[in-house]
């Protein structure tokens, strides 16, 4: 019981969870691994800011505003996930809006309820925008009532009443993760040329302007100053210099189990009751055998047994959990923790209920 329920939470038995991120050889820009160059089981790439985002006192950020600009190129056509080429977070990696890809789409997500999944999040998009192998500039500038999105310096699409940011929010104290969401299980693939973060909402000609100044080779410094500017130039090591200041580096660790959360309340929705059905009735048989093992043994008869049953259910979720946080493409949730051990304590009660009243613990020889 105990081996089929470790092989279970630890399949497929694949520890560690290597970033992918490369350096491109010769030139600038960070490549993520397409998913034909992926196993089912490979987490893709990632770099992130470790600590929030600090503004210079040349950086404006005015409050519910921020721009973005990414220079890249899409490697193929994302179709399983949203995949995240740049997600903005809070210190604790909750995601207040992400810039992503799913097929040629460009997505632009942003919050709009506390709870998990897709619908936690309002999506602004721009059709045939990321077609694979082809360089583009993309801006999304953002304001209190519009958002704006731009395709090499060109308008694509406004969105006007939609804010990225709280109204009182700014882009410092924020991180960045590109590549990858924060939780490491949306990758994207591609090549990522240049990131720029503004702490206000650009106008038309600033975007124009900045269009050009990534178009012809960037000797002078950029027409609007950034918070952060990462021209992906060190071609080596595990730090992304931010070109306009010593503050906010990205950082890209050697494994991608450093950003995975460690028993993180998942919640589960409707669309989730399989998962909750394996979770609490897995650990069902685990709590009934051994409530009647120790029942019927020598050591620990009567309430004990149960109370030593429980324990041993939790402990052996909780194994399993922490253990996860090193497992590709696994999550180490308390949700399933509390699961498995209400399916343990369910095991003990129906091990009580079955015990024949007056039963006696086994005897010795």
Same mark, same amino acid.
């Given at each position: ?29 960070? $490549? ?39 220079? /890249? $190129?899409?490697?193929?056509? +994302?179709?399983?996930?949203?995949a ?19 097929? #040629? ?18 999506? /602004?998009?721009v ?8 360089? $583009? ?6 304001? +209190?009532?519009?958002?704006c ?45 240049? /990131?720029?973060?503004?702490?206000? @909402? ?7 302007? %900045?269009c050009?100044? &990534?178009?012809?080779? @960037? ?19 595990m730090?992304?210099?931010?070109? &306009? ?15 995975? +959360? ?5 919640g ?20 009934f055998?051994a409530?009647?093992?120790?029942? @019927?043994s ?9 109370v ?46 079955? #015990?024949?009243?007056?039963? %006696?613990?086994?005897?010795g020889?």
């Open positions: 019981m105990l081996v089929f329920l470790l092989g279970i939470g630890l399949w497929p038995l694949r520890f560690g969870s290597p970033n992918n991120a490369e350096w491109r050889g010769g030139t600038n820009g960070l $490549r993520f691994p397409g998913a034909e160059a992926r196993s089912a089981y490979d987490p893709g790439g990632m770099v992130f800011t470790p600590h929030p985002l600090v503004a210079a006192p040349a950086a404006t950020c005015a409050a519910g505003s921020v721009s973005l600009e990414l220079r /890249l $190129r899409p490697a193929g056509e +994302p179709r399983s996930a949203r995240r080429i740049v997600a903005v977070a809070d210190p604790d990696g909750r995601e207040a809006f992400f810039v992503g890809q799913w097929t #040629r789409q460009l997505l632009v997500m942003r919050r709009v309820a506390k709870g998990p999944g897709p619908g936690a999040f309002c999506e /602004l998009d059709p045939d925008a990321l077609e694979s192998n082809r360089v $583009r500039l993309v801006t999304v500038a953002a304001g +209190p009532q519009e958002t999105i731009y395709v090499d310096g060109q308008g694509a699409k406004r969105y006007p009443g939609a804010s990225l940011l709280s109204i009182s929010g700014t882009v410092a104290g924020k991180r960045l993760f590109a590549g990858n969401s924060p939780d490491g299980t949306c990758p994207w693939a591609g090549d990522l040329l240049g /990131l720029a973060v503004y702490g206000r @909402r650009l106008a038309d000609s600033e975007v124009r302007a %900045q050009a100044w &990534w178009s012809t080779g @960037r000797d002078s410094p950029p027409p609007v100053v950034p918070v952060a500017l990462y021209e992906f130039e060190a071609a080596s090591g730090w992304v210099t931010n070109t &306009w200041g010593a503050a906010n580096p990205l950082f890209r660790p050697v494994d991608l189990g450093v950003v995975k +959360p460690r028993l993180a309340w998942s589960h929705g409707s669309q989730d009751w399989t998962d909750v059905s394996l979770n609490l009735l897995g650990f069902v048989p685990l709590g055998c409530a009647v093992w120790l029942a @019927r020598r050591l620990r008869p009567g309430a004990m047994a149960g030593l049953a429980v324990l041993a259910g939790a402990a052996l979720s909780l194994t399993i959990e922490l253990a996860q946080v090193h497992l590709p493409m696994r999550d180490s949730s308390l949700s399933d923790l509390v699961l498995n051990i209400l399916g343990t304590l369910a095991g003990v009660v129906g091990a009580c209920l079955a #015990r024949p009243a007056g039963a %006696q613990p086994a005897s020889p």
